[in-house]
């Protein structure tokens, strides 16, 4: 079946550190992944994805790259900020009507 | 103008009475989804509509149903509430059933005593 794995949280981080979340995935066929980002309070919403193998997704000074010989898409920062601070979830689509597949969500929190 | 809202944002009942959570999107968009998020904040996909009819069913017990009026709206009823049910309830739509895309609502947090 479809799966996301996530790296567990929490991770705390300085301002200005260089953040990284990994996720690996697991899927037959060709999925398209995501990261979406859950601000304290809030709904998800859509940080950035990559619909095919090698193709970078970006927002904000986040990215991520689609590795299908590692099926990998880990989240990196080169320098994160406290408003940053929120739980990210790595998650895929692969042809089932918009079933989103979510990994268990990474805590981040930036102090200054 | 908020693009998808549910209401109510917080909903505290008995175990054993039935609730309603309502939600509406102004996007524009066919489809719209049901989302549960747990205290580990995990989030699973319960149901999708796709211009009013049914799509996805995942496996949720029927005491939870879904009613559609119209593309703009999914409600989500529980009936005989248990303490499992205790949770965050997300709202979320996208421009088609591929759901490349999906807006999210701010959540509902039902709290079931």
């Known amino acids: 079946g479809n799966s996301v794995t996530q790296m567990e949280g929490p991770v705390t981080l300085s301002e200005e550190a260089f953040l990284t979340i990994n996720c690996t995935y697991t899927?037959?066929?060709?999925?398209?992944l995501f990261w979406y980002v859950q601000y304290p309070g809030e709904g998800l919403q859509l940080l950035l994805k990559?619909?095919?193998?090698?193709d970078k997704g970006s927002n904000k000074g986040f990215e991520a790259t689609y590795r299908k010989e590692t099926t990998s898409f880990h989240l990196e920062k080169g320098s994160v900020q406290v408003s940053d601070s929120a739980v990210y979830f790595c998650a895929l689509i692969n042809n089932q009507g918009g079933k989103l597949i979510f990994g268990q969500g990474t805590e981040l929190s930036v102090k200054p | 103008d908020t693009a998808v809202s549910q209401t109510p944002k917080y909903l505290v009942t008995q175990m054993g009475n039935d609730k309603s959570i309502k939600c509406e999107q102004n996007l524009g968009h066919d489809t719209m989804y049901w989302y549960k998020q747990d205290s580990k904040k995990f989030l699973k996909i319960m149901f999708s509509?796709?211009?009013?009819?049914?799509?996805i069913n995942e496996t949720v017990p029927n005491r939870f149903s879904p009613k559609s009026p119209d593309k703009a709206h999914l409600n989500l009823h529980i009936n005989s509430l248990e303490l499992g049910d205790s949770a965050v309830y997300f709202c979320?739509?996208?421009?088609?059933?591929?759901?490349?895309?999906?807006?999210f609502g701010a959540g509902t947090r039902l709290s079931v005593l």
């Open positions: 509509y796709n211009n009013k009819e049914l799509i």
């Open positions: 990559a619909t095919k193998a090698d």
């Open positions: 899927a037959t066929g060709y999925p398209s």
């Open positions: 979320a739509s996208s421009q088609d059933s591929g759901g490349n895309i999906q807006y």
